[in-house]
C-alpha cells in the first residue's frame, strides 16, 4: 500500500508544479509586443514620408527594447517621455508625429498601474 502512497504523491506533486512552472517561466520572458509595434510603425512611415528622418527614433526604439528587456519600467517610461518631445521638436510629417505620440501615450498608460480610488462609507 505504501508505494502505491508513494507514487501518486509523486503524480500530485508533479501535476501541481507543472502549471506552476509553467507560469513562472511565462512571467519571466519581456513582453516586445510595443516595441515590435514601434518599429514596424517606424518603417511604415520611411516608406510613406521619405522626406522625413526616422532614423533617431528606430535607435530610440532600440533604447526602449532595452529598457523591456531588463523589465525596468522606470527607465521606460522616462525613454517614452523623452521621445514623446523628441517628436515633439522634429521636423518629420505631422500625421507620422500624431500617430506616434498616440502610440507612446497608449504604451505608456499600460505601464502605469490604475489608480485605486478609496471607498467613501
Not at 81 to 110: C, G, Q
Request: proline share 6%; with cysteine.
Amino acid at each position: 500500500m505504501k508505494p502505491i502512497f508513494a507514487k501518486l504523491s509523486a503524480m500530485v506533486v508533479i501535476i501541481c508544479a507543472i502549471p506552476v512552472l509553467t507560469l513562472s517561466i511565462a512571467q519571466a520572458a519581456p513582453d516586445f509586443r510595443w516595441c515590435n509595434g514601434m518599429s514596424d510603425m517606424l518603417h511604415s512611415f520611411q516608406v510613406s514620408y521619405p522626406h522625413s528622418n526616422f532614423e533617431p527614433y528606430l535607435l530610440q526604439e532600440a533604447s526602449l527594447r532595452e529598457a523591456t528587456a531588463r523589465g525596468d519600467r522606470k527607465t521606460l517610461r522616462a525613454e517614452i517621455k523623452e521621445t514623446v518631445k523628441m517628436v515633439r521638436t522634429s521636423h518629420i510629417d505631422d500625421d507620422a508625429a500624431i500617430e506616434l505620440v498616440n502610440y507612446l501615450y497608449a504604451w505608456r498608460a499600460t505601464l502605469t498601474p490604475p489608480v485605486k480610488y478609496a471607498r467613501s462609507k
